[in-house]
Nanobody
């Protein structure tokens, strides 16, 4: 059974930083493309960043230069380092694992950027 557990969310002031972590179990982690999505109130869930099994990386334009996605296959963990946070980054952040037609989601972690 696939299980993804996110952590690291919280309340941070504009300009601050947070690091999200997502620990996986029940999958051959190294084979999966891992992604971070977010969903703000009243908005659709959007892809923030992904990292493939071969470490190819892509970001949504709004976070380029501020967010960094990385993975540690030995720790079956994917990270999202977020810097220069803005109020518009406020959302629930979800971890996603994809391999072919298989997709799994974590429960999400709240990130709130506010003064």
């Amino acid at each position: 059974q696939v299980h993804l557990v996110e952590s690291g969310g919280g309340l941070v002031q504009p300009g601050g930083s947070l690091r999200l972590s997502c620990v996986a179990s029940g999958i051959a982690f190294r084979l999966y493309t891992m992604g971070w999505y977010r969903q703000a109130p009243g908005k659709q869930r959007e892809l923030v960043a992904y990292i493939s099994s071969g470490a190819s990386i892509n970001y949504v334009d709004s976070v380029k230069g501020r967010f960094t996605i990385s993975r540690d296959n030995a720790k079956v963990t994917v990270y999202l380092q977020m810097t220069s946070l803005k109020p518009e980054d406020t959302a629930v952040y979800y971890c996603n694992a994809v391999l072919g037609s298989t997709s799994a989601w974590g429960q999400g972690t709240q990130v709130t950027v506010s003064s």
